[in-house]
Antibody, heavy 118, light 107 residues
Framework: EMQLVQSAAEVKKPGESLRISCKGS????????ITWVRQLPGKGLEWMGR????????QYSPSFEGHVRLLVDKSNTTAYMQWGSLKASDTAMYFC???????????WGQGTTVIVSS | DIQMTQFPPSLSASVGDRVSITCRAS??????LHWYQQKPGKAPKLLIY???NLQSGVPARFSGSGSGTDFTLTISNLQPEDCATYYC?????????FGQGTKLEIK
């Protein structure tokens, strides 16, 4: 059974860079879409984008394209999301997840809290 | 982009009641619509995939229906542990948007 374990919470300053990780275990990782979802404090779920772990093809929501970058290291079965310059409005919980067309999102990481504050 | 409209935004019901939540897509998405339950501080949990298929381990009091643009999640015989926020999501095309969420309160 596949599991996703995300990196620990981060506290950063505006303008700083950040990379958070999502470690997969199980045979599905190498042939999956890993999706990232944002949840602002007290708000709903927002689909940010996804990466195909087999060939690193990415698809982004227009709302997030250009602000985050999705990466994958197949050898370490780890997906990453990185920011080049954080803003206070990036303060949120971020989930990674395994997504398919037919089954939806059936595996979720536990979430990584990112706090951006001066 | 396909827009998802979910309603109602909140719902209050009693143990044993039956409730329904609706998602409407701005264009046809076939049956590529899924439902999730999220409790505070936790990751969402898949309840129903492809409109009407019950995810393994999910109680049979949860059911889904619909195709095209209109979809419904129904919870029968409401239990105290069903207190949560429920979301729909499309995977027909990217961005794979979520609905706005429905917060269910148990009286």
């Amino acid at each position: 059974e596949m599991q996703l374990v995300q990196s620990a919470a981060e506290v950063k300053k505006p303008g700083e860079s950040l990379r958070i990780s999502c470690k997969g275990s199980g045979h599905r990782f190498s042939t999956s879409w890993i999706t990232w979802v944002r949840q602002l404090p007290g708000k709903g779920l927002e689909w940010m984008g996804r990466i195909d772990t087999s060939d690193s093809v990415t698809q982004y929501s227009p709302s997030f394209e250009g602000h985050v970058r999705l990466l994958v290291d197949k050898s370490n079965t780890t997906a990453y999301m990185q920011w080049g310059s954080l803003k206070a409005s990036d303060t949120a919980m971020y989930f990674c997840a395994v997504e398919t067309l037919y089954y939806g999102v059936d595996v979720w990481g536990q979430g990584t809290t990112v706090i951006v504050s001066s | 982009d396909i827009q998802m409209t979910q309603f109602p935004p909140s719902l209050s019901a009693s143990v044993g009641d039956r409730v329904s939540i609706t998602c409407r897509a701005s264009q046809s998405i076939g049956t590529y619509l899924h439902w999730y339950q999220q409790k505070p501080g936790k990751a969402p949990k898949l309840l129903i995939y492809a409109s009407s298929n019950l995810q393994s381990g999910v109680p049979a009091r949860f059911s889904g229906s619909g195709s095209g643009t209109d979809f419904t999640l129904t919870i029968s015989n409401l239990q105290p542990e069903d207190c949560a926020t429920y979301y729909c999501q499309l995977t027909y095309t990217t961005p794979c948007s979520f609905g706005q969420g429905t917060k269910l309160e148990i009286k």
